[in-house]
C-alpha cells in the first residue's frame, strides 16, 4: 500500500514536468514469476516504443549558439 501511494505521487510529478503517462510504468511481481515479468516488460517496451522519443523532455542543444 505504501509503495503504491509512493508511486501515484511520482506519477503526478513526473507527469507535471512534463513526462507522458505511458512512460511509467508500476506492477508487482514476485521474483518466481519469470513468465509474468518477461511479457510485462514486453508490454511496457511496446508501449513506449509507440508513444516515440521524449521531445518534450530533451534539450535541444542546437539551439544553443
Not at 21 to 47: C, D, M, N, Y
Amino acid at each position: 500500500m505504501f509503495a503504491r501511494r509512493r508511486f501515484a505521487v511520482l506519477k503526478n510529478l513526473l507527469e507535471y514536468a512534463g513526462l507522458e503517462p505511458g512512460r511509467l510504468h508500476f506492477s508487482w511481481i514476485s521474483s518466481a514469476e519469470a513468465q509474468k515479468f518477461q511479457q510485462t516488460v514486453t508490454e511496457v517496451t511496446e508501449a513506449v516504443k509507440a508513444l516515440g522519443p521524449a521531445t518534450r523532455m530533451i534539450k535541444d542543444i542546437r539551439k544553443v549558439a
